[in-house]
């Protein structure tokens, strides 16, 4: 004869039993994200600063290098022959000069061809900047109107990224063909991509020059 106590086992073995039944198992591959195939992009793109052909107005940019897009929307472009940063806000149908400078011989001046642009959560702008095969990333904190000189190098940046996780900053040197990793202070900690010379391998890069011809900005 079944004892209560036995009775009682039992039915908390078959209870486990079935709620283990009603667990399935995956496929870990299944769970991967795939991308979407049926998003519908749109075909043409809004003007989002420029558009008006090269020029130095502010409803014109020359050479248009780099962007950077806040959380507003605004657009912070390189006007690279212009020697400017304009900031766009969106739907404007005009800039305003958010940093600009000079270009010297021996001075690789406040905004001197400015390519590359990124800002940190702070609002600090850094900008890559060259003069001739010399370049630098320059600084201006938010509420500033004082550009600094944040990081001098021997060679052009025509790539910038923050990394506000860590607060590192990356540059792409064009003609070494590398990346480079630097702390918030601007000191160099190691090549992080790159740095075997020009190459298709694995461990090389080639830093092609994007068309710097264009006057607009789509988004």
Same mark, same amino acid.
């Given at each position: 004869?079944?004892?209560?106590?036995?009775?009682?086992?039992?039915?908390?073995?078959?209870h486990?039993?079935?709620r283990?039944?009603?667990?399935?198992?995956?496929?870990?591959d299944?769970?991967?994200?795939?991308?979407?195939?049926?998003?519908?992009?749109?075909?043409n793109?809004?003007?989002a600063a420029?558009?008006?052909?090269p020029?130095?107005a502010?409803n014109?940019?020359?050479?248009?290098?780099?962007i950077?897009?806040d959380s507003n929307?605004?657009v912070f472009v390189?006007?690279?022959l !212009?020697?400017?940063v @304009? #900031?766009?806000d969106q $739907?404007?149908?005009s800039?305003?000069?958010?940093?600009?400078? =000079?270009?010297?011989?021996?001075?690789?001046?406040?905004l001197c061809?400015?390519?590359?642009?990124?800002?940190?959560k702070a609002?600090?702008?850094?900008?890559a900047?060259?003069n001739?095969?010399?370049?630098s990333v320059?600084?201006l904190k938010?509420g500033?109107?004082?550009?600094?000189?944040?990081?001098t190098a021997n060679?052009s940046i025509?790539?910038i990224?923050?990394?506000?996780?860590e607060?590192?900053?990356y540059?792409?040197?064009?003609?070494e063909h590398?990346?480079?990793k630097?702390t918030k !202070?601007g000191?160099? @900690? #190691?090549?992080?991509? $790159?740095?075997n010379?020009l190459?298709?391998?694995?461990?090389? =890069?080639?830093?092609?020059k994007?068309?710097?011809q264009k006057?607009?900005?789509?988004?």
């Amino acid at each position: 004869m079944m004892t209560k106590s036995r009775a009682l086992f039992f039915f908390f073995l078959l209870h486990i039993l079935a709620r283990a039944s009603s667990y399935r198992t995956y496929d870990r591959d299944s769970l991967r994200a795939t991308p979407c195939t049926e998003t519908i992009w749109e075909s043409n793109g809004k003007t989002a600063a420029g558009g008006n052909g090269p020029g130095s107005a502010l409803n014109q940019l020359n050479s248009s290098y780099g962007i950077f897009v806040d959380s507003n929307r605004a657009v912070f472009v390189t006007d690279y022959l !212009n020697r400017r940063v @304009v #900031k766009w806000d969106q $739907g404007a149908l005009s800039g305003t000069i958010y940093a600009e400078g =000079l270009c010297g011989a021996s001075d690789l001046g406040d905004l001197c061809y400015p390519s590359a642009i990124t800002f940190n959560k702070a609002g600090t702008l850094f900008v890559a900047v060259e003069n001739g095969s010399s370049g630098s990333v320059m600084s201006l904190k938010k509420g500033d109107t004082l550009i600094k000189t944040f990081i001098t190098a021997n060679t052009s940046i025509y790539g910038i990224a923050w990394d506000e996780n860590e607060e590192y900053l990356y540059l792409g040197h064009h003609r070494e063909h590398r990346v480079d990793k630097y702390t918030k !202070n601007g000191e160099f @900690v #190691k090549v992080v991509a $790159g740095g075997n010379g020009l190459g298709p391998a694995l461990n090389q =890069l080639d830093y092609r020059k994007n068309d710097i011809q264009k006057s607009r900005v789509l988004l």
